[in-house]
């Protein structure tokens, strides 16, 4: 390893992006054709915001790792390359280097693996069948490959073989996330065959198992509730009103679609992401790294709160500076000149903060009834994360709507941003009438192209795990099917109902 890879990887122990791109910059000019050098750049480059630039020295790097793969049939490392670039996102870039990875070594099991991920992310199901059968040739027993393989067959209309499968494996010997991820595929699969009954239990043993993966043990689940108490307390009227009516001279503000998981947002991300002046950033990392870099001119003194009470005008306008150079190192030109909507969904959980920066800001925030964003979250496979931790048990997702939902009532009657809510609901009723009034808000124009958004959505990479949900017409079959299990709500609903309620879901009870 070179001196300059070696002081990249100190820099990179040390927390210090800058200056291991830096070295690694250094690395890959003594040696452009070095697949680790190009590698640990485009992860730096990545991690430090510059995704575009960061992918384009990944994807040289899996270039290099296939030149040295077909000399040896050994794949390992391109296969880790490509599971990079899905870390990123670059799904397209991960299906390319996919495609010459079982093209090279058509016996190893994990490339067709791979492959089916990736075409499952890009909405080609097909596809994704044909190598994940590929894939079960090749390891008939492998619980991982048939817990992919059976939700395949599944959305192919072969529900009952899907079924006998995740059966099968479960009477094997599994891992907490193998058995976490197989009873939840079942759930669902049991789910679209109707056999409603049999749906919780399978439901209630995925809980069970995700407390013994040890990704989900790391989360600090007091992170977000406390985090939701003390921004409570702090952003008061004063605060979030501090910057209110002030111009920002050169400096736009976005739109922010907020909600809770499973509310309706990807949905509303694509029908307004479908209007031509509209560009949509998708569940991304920009308030959080606002926050650190809050926390970093105020030498990490104080709360934030009274970090945001410190700041001056300046600080103000080289925050608001800092998130579009992180949008733009993310986005490029594809940004343009349109109206730049930031659908983060638990951005909620920052209103305080978005509003302090970006007291101009317009907020759009979806609605939905409180049982079927529970029983969708319920049966939603989650990635562990101090958010979605919260949502393993049943209870606990009841406790964790509330808890965000609360928070929402509270800070929307004292936040100085101006805010329209619609529910999901309404949208599927009504579905012109009710965005018509989201695009009249936004200052926009009415463009009936948006009413075919899922042929839109089709084409692209969605973040959000209903990925596959918005590529399909608008439909009324997620509307009230919680009534499908109401005798389970009978735990929750002390949790729920004030927000059916509040929200106007009574008359569906």
Not at 50 to 55: D, P, Q, T, V
Not at 105 to 117: D, H, K, P, Q
Not at 313 to 319: A, N, P, R
Request: glycine share 4%; aromatic share 10%.
């Amino acid at each position: 390893m070179s001196t300059y890879m070696q002081l990249g990887q100190a820099a990179i122990q040390a927390r210090n992006t800058a200056e291991a791109v830096s070295w690694f910059t250094k690395a890959v000019d003594e040696d452009p054709k070095n697949a680790q050098a190009l590698s640990c750049l485009g992860q730096a480059l990545c991690w430090q915001g510059k995704r575009e630039e960061g992918l384009m020295h990944l994807r040289n790097s899996g270039k290099q790792l296939l030149k040295q793969a077909r000399k040896t049939k050994d794949v390992a490392l391109p296969i880790l390359l490509a599971e990079q670039l899905q870390h990123w996102d670059d799904y397209q870039g991960s299906l390319e280097l996919s495609k010459q990875i079982v093209q090279i070594n058509s016996a190893e099991m994990a490339g067709f693996r791979l492959l089916a991920v990736t075409y499952l992310r890009l909405n080609q199901n097909k596809l994704a069948l044909a190598a994940a059968r590929q894939a079960q040739k090749l390891a008939p027993n492998n619980s991982i490959i048939n817990i992919l393989l059976a939700p395949l067959e599944a959305a192919n209309g072969e529900r009952e073989i899907a079924r006998q499968r995740l059966e099968k494996v479960l009477e094997g010997p599994l891992t907490p996330e193998e058995s976490y991820r197989a009873n939840k595929e079942l759930a669902i699969i049991l789910d679209k065959m109707k056999r409603y009954p049999e749906v919780f239990s399978r439901l209630h043993a995925a809980a069970e198992a995700s407390t013994s993966i040890p990704e989900v043990q790391k989360q600090d689940t007091l992170l977000v509730p406390n985090m939701i108490k003390a921004n409570t307390a702090g952003f008061d009227k004063a605060l979030l009103s501090r910057w209110s009516g002030r111009e920002f001279p050169g400096s736009p503000a976005p739109v922010f679609l907020l909600g809770f998981l499973r509310s309706g947002t990807t949905m509303t991300q694509e029908v307004l992401g479908a209007h031509p002046e509209v560009f949509v950033s998708d569940e991304t990392d920009f308030i959080p790294a606002l926050a650190a870099e809050l926390n970093r001119l105020s030498n990490s003194t104080g709360s934030i709160f009274e970090q945001l009470q410190h700041l001056d005008f300046e600080g103000v306008m080289h925050l608001r500076q800092f998130y579009w150079d992180r949008a733009r190192a993310r986005y490029g030109d594809k940004m343009n000149r349109r109206l730049f909507l930031d659908k983060t969904t638990m951005n909620t959980i920052d209103l305080g903060l978005i509003n302090c920066i970006f007291p101009d800001a317009k907020v759009v925030f979806v609605l939905r009834d409180p049982r079927d964003i529970c029983l969708s979250c319920f049966m939603q496979i989650m990635t562990p994360t101090p958010s979605t931790v919260q949502l393993m048990s049943w209870q606990g997702t009841a406790e964790f709507y509330a808890l965000i939902l609360n928070f929402w009532l509270h800070i929307k009657q004292h936040m100085s941003l101006d805010f329209i809510e619609f529910r999901y609901e309404d949208a599927v009723a009504d579905f012109e009438t009710t965005y018509r009034k989201i695009f009249s808000f936004l200052e926009l124009e009415w463009d009936p192209a948006v009413i075919d958004f899922h042929q839109s959505a089709a084409k692209k990479l969605i973040i959000s795990p209903s990925f596959n949900q918005v590529t399909q017409p608008l439909y009324a079959s997620s509307v009230a099917r919680w009534k499908r299990y109401e005798p389970e709500f009978a735990s929750i609903n002390i949790f729920l109902e004030p927000f059916v309620k509040a929200f106007g879901y009574e008359e569906n009870k």
